[in-house]
């Protein structure tokens, strides 16, 4: 199986030069969080943004300085045991596609899981690939001291818990740039209330695209976490959270035991790492 097997084509690009009003645009349209960034006119890719660049760059409003530069780039006619090799050695969750035409997709973690993981056979359990260790946050915590404990974990997510250490949520950094989004919406619908001249957007685009600093306040987490939380068990097998991370759209699970208490997480990315060692 090679990498124009599993990849995506086609996928939804940002385009530079650009800002992050063009960017909240994509996100509101097509509800994903990271995109390849293409030179204008052309097919060169010129970087990849991701949430974790919208959260981690809260004053900077241009897709280029936003965007991670340069991205390691792959061949269509690439093994996907080989592509599976270069991300987990290098903590990549996509990479763009190229041929000698320049870009014609992206392959990512999810494509892999979907297509590859998910209709593989396999007893082996995730038991041994999971996370022992998992970020917990109450729920009354502020948005912005949540967001920076788990920017310093270096945490993709967070698992939340009430007064009585039940556990009532889970948060992830997409749920933070959802809510950059939605703020960055509310106040583009305020500014556009009272029609431009001939009713055009143009009239209006000066107001929208001189944003201020992204700003988180002092909302307690329990507002915007997802509060039904998917789980699985340490002895489920690669496969089969393979397929209920692609069928229920997740990166990440928490891994509960038979009394139901949490024990560890298991991610998208544990799933390759384990699979990239099956015949060991």
């Not at 991205?71 to 041929?99: C, G, H, L, W, Y």
């Not at 690939?129 to 949540?146: G, N």
């Not at 949520?169 to 431009?196: L, Q």
């Not at 544990?270 to 699979?275: G, H, P, S, V």
Request: aromatic letters at 6%; one cysteine or more.
């Amino acid at each position: 199986m090679k990498v124009q097997d599993v990849m995506t084509t086609d996928p939804v690009c940002a385009i530079v030069p650009g800002s992050r009003d063009d960017l909240f645009e994509l996100i509101r349209e097509h509800e994903i969080t990271s995109f390849p960034v293409l030179k204008e006119g052309t097919k060169q890719v010129v970087g990849i943004i991701t949430e974790t660049d919208i959260v981690s760059k809260p004053s900077e409003t241009q897709l280029a300085l936003l965007m991670t530069k340069n991205p390691r780039t792959i061949s269509p006619k690439t093994a996907i045991s080989e592509a599976i090799k270069i991300m987990t050695e290098n903590d990549f969750r996509q990479m763009p596609v190229i041929n000698s035409r320049g870009f014609i997709g992206m392959i990512t973690i999810g494509d892999i899981i979907a297509k590859v993981i998910a209709i593989t056979s396999s007893e082996k359990t995730i038991e041994e690939y999971m996370s022992s260790s998992v970020l917990s946050i109450w729920q009354e915590t502020p948005l912005p001291v949540a967001q920076k404990m788990m920017a310093f974990a270096e945490a993709e997510s967070a698992l939340v818990f009430d007064d009585k250490a039940a556990m009532v949520g889970i948060i992830t950094v997409v749920d933070f740039v959802k809510f950059f989004e939605a703020v960055s919406s509310e106040k583009r619908s305020d500014n556009t209330t009272g029609e431009g001249k001939e009713g055009s957007w143009d009239a209006v685009s000066t107001i929208i695209i001189h944003t201020k600093d992204l700003t988180l306040p002092s909302t307690p987490l329990k507002e915007i976490m997802t509060k039904e939380v998917v789980t699985t068990f340490s002895k489920a097998t690669l496969s089969d959270v393979a397929k209920k991370m692609r069928r229920m759209a997740l990166y990440q699970m928490p891994v509960i035991n038979s009394k139901g208490d949490i024990i560890g997480m298991i991610r998208d990315f544990d799933l390759l790492k384990a699979y990239a060692g099956k015949d060991e």
